[in-house]
């Protein structure tokens, strides 16, 4: 990585993981103030999706009044590290970017949305490009490019908003065509497991089908599994490495938003308490999802271990991670000797070092 770099950090945003996003950039904003050579420009996105360069206390990103600070901040399309321009009461005036860091969640952030914006400013950016981003946050058809892998996972329906309001009895009966109870209802493009519900009837069914439709225009129902929730970081481009396997204790029925971010209760193992065999094979796996969805940077993929039979079952991939003191992904590669310090330094040269989606 060059000696000197000017980092954007992207944070906030419209989703319902804004508060996530705030929590995961502190984390970076920590880690890069603790080390020499960066100059970071922390850029927030409120939840109406203005951009503002935040200037106040840069150990305070995840707390409140953020938007006391309202320098706003446009991009302009092809300048590359003249992009980014502050619009303050002098005049546009141009950051000098070397790299941005979109410590984002979810809608518009982890879906392809700004990865997209950002290739066409034309500046290097962490994290996956266009297609792995708007692949693995849409479940659906992150689930098509696993099945082409001949990966295990979960069955499942796939329903729409309209079915869903239109008759939920049908669409419900529809479900049960398929599985009995109980089954888990999710939105397609949601994260954190945001919207997700466990239902153990038709009634329970139909709730969750019309919750998940709040969400998102596609909502996926899928086989219960009965097994231990596990997840596997990866980081790299061409070539990347899986760290060891992580285990989810979770403290609520199962790892919901309140399960991972607000019950104390939850715990993770790191490393989970698995055979070696099962462990390979999850690294495995997600190596082949990461590189299966073209996936770049980093990764957290997930996945269960079924209780009965020791099977690994995939269940979803998360292009960009929670960065949180209580996040798995660090916390693995923690766990091999890679500090968050040289996780993000790692990061940055990799997106340094990735051509443009488009053109040399």
């Known amino acids: 990585m060059m000696e000197s770099c000017s980092v954007v950090l992207l944070f906030g945003g419209v989703s319902s993981e804004h508060d996530i996003s705030c929590m995961s950039a502190q984390t970076f904003m920590n880690a890069m103030e603790a080390e020499k050579g960066y100059t970071v420009y922390p850029v927030y996105i409120d939840r109406q999706g203005a951009w503002f360069l935040y200037e106040g206390d840069k150990r305070a990103l995840r707390q409140a009044p953020l938007e006391e600070y309202r320098t706003p901040v446009a991009v302009l399309p092809g300048l590359g590290k003249d992009s980014f321009l502050l619009l303050g009461d002098d005049g546009p005036q141009s950051l000098t970017v070397d790299v941005v860091i979109p410590v984002l969640h979810g809608l518009n952030g982890e879906d392809g949305t700004v990865q997209g914006l950002l290739e066409m400013a034309r500046v290097p950016y962490v994290g996956c490009g266009v297609l792995a981003s708007a692949l693995a946050m849409d479940k659906v058809y992150t689930k098509k490019i696993v099945a082409e892998l001949g990966i295990r996972q979960a069955a499942y329906v796939d329903l729409t908003r309209k079915e869903i309001f239109d008759s939920p009895e049908q669409a419900a009966l529809k479900v049960e065509e398929a599985f009995s109870y109980p089954v888990f209802v999710k939105p397609s493009r949601a994260g954190s497991s945001v919207g997700v519900t466990k239902a153990a009837n038709r009634e329970e069914l139909i709730a969750g089908l019309h919750k998940a439709a709040k969400e998102d225009r596609r909502v996926l129902v899928e086989e ?113 000797g890679l500090s968050v310090g040289e996780q993000i330094r790692e990061l940055i040269q990799i997106a340094l070092e990735r051509k443009p989606l488009y053109g040399a």
């Open 224 to 336: 219960f599994i009965k097994g231990r929730e596990v997840e596997c970081a990866v980081l790299g481009a061409e070539t990347p490495k899986a760290a060891n396997v992580g285990e989810i204790l979770s403290a609520a029925e199962f790892y919901d938003f309140d399960a991972k971010y607000v019950n104390a209760e939850s715990k993770t193992v790191v490393p989970a308490d698995l055979p070696e065999e099962t462990r390979q094979e999850i690294r495995k796996d997600a190596l082949a999802i990461f590189q299966g969805i073209d996936g770049s940077g980093l990764s957290r993929v997930d996945f269960f271990v079924e209780q009965a039979t020791g099977e690994v079952i995939f269940n979803e991939i998360n292009t960009f991670p929670g960065f949180t003191n209580i996040s798995m992904y660090p916390m693995l590669w923690e766990a091999e």
